[in-house]
């Protein structure tokens, strides 16, 4: 994709991320024990590798068995995707009549997606029973079979405000605009719509839904009552059943003598391979050395399901134990999957995202293939310790030119306060990579320390140019300055 399509996509990405996330939080603070279902779908990293997945709502709730799909959205609808004449890609696979479905505002903040307090809930039945009511928009692509967003009609009010009455025909609600002034406004209930709300209730402008064509909104603390057995659902015979089954166990103590077991007999049966390479996960995670084994052979190619390997790397990430990190640095260091994303996936584990093992990461960072050494860059968090933030700055201080200047970006991207004081006493050597690095730090981390000392003149003008430090030194900027720049064809 180029430049302008990747980025695109990673800010839909980052969308659907936050909402995961705030969404998540909601459930949690409301009593709710929610995990990921459909794996990374808090996440915004993108991996070039397609991963077969089942067709599964994004989150579970291990205690109830609640499963939510989540629609993050710029601007509030229920809309879902849909492609007719595809069986596999219809809006509604994968979800029962009472999963729900949730949709949450996520605007743009300088930059930075930021969601909604709250999510808004519908039952997936009221959303097919109410089908006849939607409308289908133009295909997102010309190829065949594309995908085109089913909208349901709705009320969604544009500033916060309170419903004053509601009847047959109508909503009327009193609204504050931003300069503070207050004025009535009516919502048409035509076209079949119900109201959601009663006199009195208080909405939030862009992120309410007031009225719409579904019955009613999901009463989502009514699941609360629920009780899930995930035990029984790894006899199930839906597959998705058995999924969630298997993911869910892990999380529930109170099962856990009886996990291990069910899992290892559903391993030694298991037919689908995504379903049984999630119950080796998870019952790995219980410690049991069957689960650990299976991963591993899961680890080898496959050219019948060439995306389990990668699966099982996004696994060994999650269970964050000394197995893990033992399979992990194996692939991390194999020459021989060269071009292979397994090494990049094994890296990424490694780092932040995982494991933090940051001292098994640091050989990596200018390794010959380009993305493995930049995956092995980026993986450095602002945690990364004093230990292994002195290997970095010994590799600037060696001199070999593209380890130096891996070991900068590094250094960079995990700055903290020991990491200015660690440069500092490199760039007294002298040390020009050294130096250099303090420069491209925040002014906010560096000035504090570096005030008054031999240094500070140094770095002055170097500062100017760092990250966030004017205008056009912020990464959007610095980004869309490229682009144009690239149009230099006159």
């Given amino acids: 994709m180029g430049f302008k399509a990747d980025t695109s996509f990673l800010r839909f990405l980052s969308m659907g991320a936050v909402g995961?996330?705030?969404?998540?939080?909601?459930?949690?603070?409301?009593?709710f024990q929610p995990i990921e279902l459909e794996r990374y779908c808090g996440s915004n990293k993108i991996w070039a590798t397609k991963v077969k997945r089942?067709?599964?709502?994004?989150?579970?709730c291990v205690r109830t068995g609640l499963r939510l799909e989540i629609k993050a959205k710029s601007a509030l609808t229920?809309?879902?995707?849909?492609?007719?004449n595809n069986p596999d890609r219809r809006w509604d696979v994968g979800l029962r009549d009472n999963d729900v479905i949730a949709y949450i505002t996520v605007t743009d903040q300088c930059g930075t997606p930021e969601p909604a307090e709250e999510a808004v809930f519908f039952d997936t039945k009221d959303l097919r029973d109410s089908i006849s009511t939607s409308k289908l928009g133009p295909a997102k692509s010309a190829s065949e079979g594309a995908e085109k967003d089913r909208t349901w009609p709705a009320c969604i009010p544009k500033k916060d405000g309170r419903v004053l009455s509601v009847d047959a025909e109508r909503i009327v609600a009193e609204m504050t605009g931003e300069d503070g002034t207050v004025r009535k406004q009516s919502f048409s209930l035509k076209g079949n719509k119900h109201s959601y709300v009663v006199a009195g209730n208080m909405f939030k402008g862009g992120a309410s839904i007031i009225a719409g064509t579904p019955a009613k909104l999901s009463?989502?603390?009514g699941f609360l009552g629920r009780t899930y057995d995930p035990l029984a659902d790894l006899r199930s015979t839906d597959q998705l059943d058995r999924y969630a089954a298997a993911k869910a166990l892990p999380y529930r103590d109170e099962l856990r003598t009886q996990a291990v077991p069910a899992l290892e007999e559903l391993l030694k049966n298991e037919q689908e391979p995504r379903v049984a390479l999630e119950a080796a996960g998870s019952v790995a995670r219980l410690g049991s050395e069957l689960g650990e084994l299976r991963i591993s052979q899961a680890l080898a190619d496959n050219p019948l399901l060439p995306f389990l390997p990668m699966e099982a790397v996004f696994i060994l990430t999650e269970l964050r134990s000394t197995f893990a990190k033992q399979q992990l640095v194996a692939l991390a260091v194999n020459q021989n999957l060269q071009g292979d994303?397994?090494?990049q996936a094994a890296i990424w584990g490694l780092g932040k995202a995982g494991i933090r093992a940051y001292e098994q990461i640091v050989?990596?960072?200018?390794d010959a293939n380009e993305n493995v050494a930049m995956h092995a860059i980026v993986s450095f968090g602002k945690d990364t310790p004093e230990n292994v933030l002195r290997l970095l700055v010994a590799d600037l201080i060696a001199g070999d030119p593209r380890r130096a200047a891996a070991a900068s970006e590094a250094l960079r991207l995990s700055a903290n306060d020991t990491t200015v004081r660690l440069l500092m006493e490199a760039a007294r050597l002298p040390n020009d990579w050294a130096l250099a690095t303090l420069g491209r730090l925040p002014p906010a981390l560096v000035k504090p320390v570096t005030n008054g000392s031999d240094l500070e003149s140094k770095l002055a003008p170097m500062l100017l140019l760092s990250e966030g430090a004017h205008w056009l030194s912020s990464e959007d900027r610095v980004l869309d300055i490229a682009f144009l720049s690239k149009q230099n064809l006159f």
Avoid at 78 to 84: G, L, P, R, T, V
Avoid at 363 to 366: E, G, H, Q, S, V
């Fill in 219 to 221: 009463n989502i603390n």
């Fill in 341 to 343: 994303e397994r090494r």
């Fill in 20 to 31: 995961v996330r705030q969404t998540m939080a909601q459930l949690r603070s409301a009593g």
């Fill in 78 to 84: 229920i809309k879902m995707s849909d492609a007719e």
């Fill in 54 to 60: 089942l067709r599964l709502p994004d989150i579970l």
């Fill in 363 to 366: 050989p990596l960072i200018a």
